[in-house]
């Protein structure tokens, strides 16, 4: 005789892909930085040349 177990109490969730979520706090912290980034890269080359 064969016996299977099955577990009911597990349920599969599915999952959202929040990509406009995502995109719009990847903007929120690259602007800036890429601002602080590029002040920094310009404010260096004054120091050598």
Do not use: D, H, R
Not at 18 to 36: N, R
């Amino acid at each position: 005789m064969e016996t299977q177990t099955q577990n009911t109490s597990v349920q599969e969730v599915p999952t959202e892909k929040p990509v406009v979520k995502i995109a719009l706090s990847w903007a929120f912290v690259g602007i800036p930085l890429a601002y602080g980034i590029s002040q920094t890269i310009i404010k260096a080359m004054a120091l050598f040349i």
